[in-house]
């Protein structure tokens, strides 16, 4: 079994500055904002003065918890990747509508896309503020782009219109990722890549329980069923939960006899210091 660890030093518009005593330092664009880490146990390097220096720092105060805004911050400001763009903001639940190191999942998905000459039907399921649609679209892909959360659909969208891409294949659907999956088999219709981001906990539109635990391996099943006999990639990645990333490979190949699967842990490296990195979650890659 091959583990991996992706590791990033992010890109122009992204930085992780520091880390530690339960928080992390971020550069989003042209804002520095402070968030809690739990994982972050360590000690930060950078002095109080430079952490002094967020526009924006997410504290749990009271029983209550939010963002602070210290610098002139807007709303929401535009960030780049690429050729891509999208919107950070300050969100509820300390989010920001970005997950910095998917950009190697990314870059991954484009990658994938390029190689085939013709189109190829993407499935991106759990796929919240819709970056990783936008990139398998730019890139020439069908995409299907499904969600429980009215307001995520309605960011992605707003990240659509930001990247000059309302001109492309991209089906918005507001639904449970369990749900639609199985209608689609029913449908008899079929994709070449399926990317899946799945949250430890979740509900979908009407109250249908997510429970990485119980719902994940049905999941999968069923997703390898909706693989067509082209595909280029599964595309998985996991964040939050206590297991290691030969679980997804176990689960994967329970489903997935044939094929290589590439397992291991995402990781963003802190400016300035080559050695330390901050772990943000787990990742599988099924390609034929
Ligand atoms: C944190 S996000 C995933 C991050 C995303 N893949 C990315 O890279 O930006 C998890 C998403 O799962 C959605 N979600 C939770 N339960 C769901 C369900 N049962 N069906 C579909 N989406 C669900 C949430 O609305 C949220 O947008």
Redesign the pocket.
């Known amino acids: 079994m091959q583990m991996t660890i992706l590791q990033t030093s992010g890109w122009d518009n992204y930085e992780l500055l520091d880390s530690g005593n339960g928080y992390r330092l971020e550069r989003f664009g042209k804002y520095q904002i402070a968030k809690p880490d739990p994982q972050a146990i360590w000690l930060p390097r950078l002095p109080k003065s430079d952490w002094g220096e967020a526009d924006a720092i997410f504290e749990k105060k009271d029983g209550k918890e939010g963002w602070i805004k210290k610098g002139e911050i807007p709303e929401k400001w535009e960030v780049t990747y690429k050729d891509i763009k999208f919107f950070a903001k300050l969100a509820p639940f300390k989010?920001t509508?970005?997950?910095p190191e998917?950009h190697l999942?990314w870059d991954f998905i484009s990658e994938k896309i390029s190689s085939r000459k013709e189109s190829v039907a993407v499935l991106?399921?759990?796929?919240?503020?819709?970056?990783?649609s936008l990139v398998a679209a730019a890139f020439g892909a069908k995409v299907t782009h499904?969600?429980?959360?009215k307001s995520?659909i309605a960011w992605a969208r707003d990240n659509q219109m930001a990247s000059h891409l309302e001109d492309r294949p991209i089906r918005w659907i507001l639904?449970?990722?369990?749900?639609?999956v199985a209608r689609e088999i029913r449908r008899g219709n079929h994709y070449e890549g399926i990317?899946?981001?799945?949250?430890i906990?979740?509900?979908?539109?009407h109250g249908?329980?997510?429970d990485f635990s119980k719902?994940f391996p049905e999941l999968v099943k069923l997703c390898s069923e909706l693989l067509s006999s082209k595909s280029l990639f599964f595309l998985i990645?996991a964040?939050a939960i206590s297991s290691s990333a030969i679980m997804l490979h176990n689960v994967l190949r329970d489903y997935l006899p044939n094929g290589n699967i590439e397992v291991g842990e995402l990781a963003i490296k802190e400016k300035n210091n080559s050695e330390r990195m901050l772990s943000t979650g787990i990742f599988a890659r099924w390609t034929l």
Not at 175 to 180: G, I, L, Q, S, T
Not at 195 to 199: G, W, Y
């Open positions: 989010h509508g970005i997950f998917q999942n991106n399921l759990f796929g919240y503020t819709g970056i990783a499904v969600d429980a959360s995520s639904d449970d990722a369990v749900k639609f990317i899946m981001d799945p949250p906990y979740g509900h979908g539109p249908e329980l997510w719902s990645n964040y």
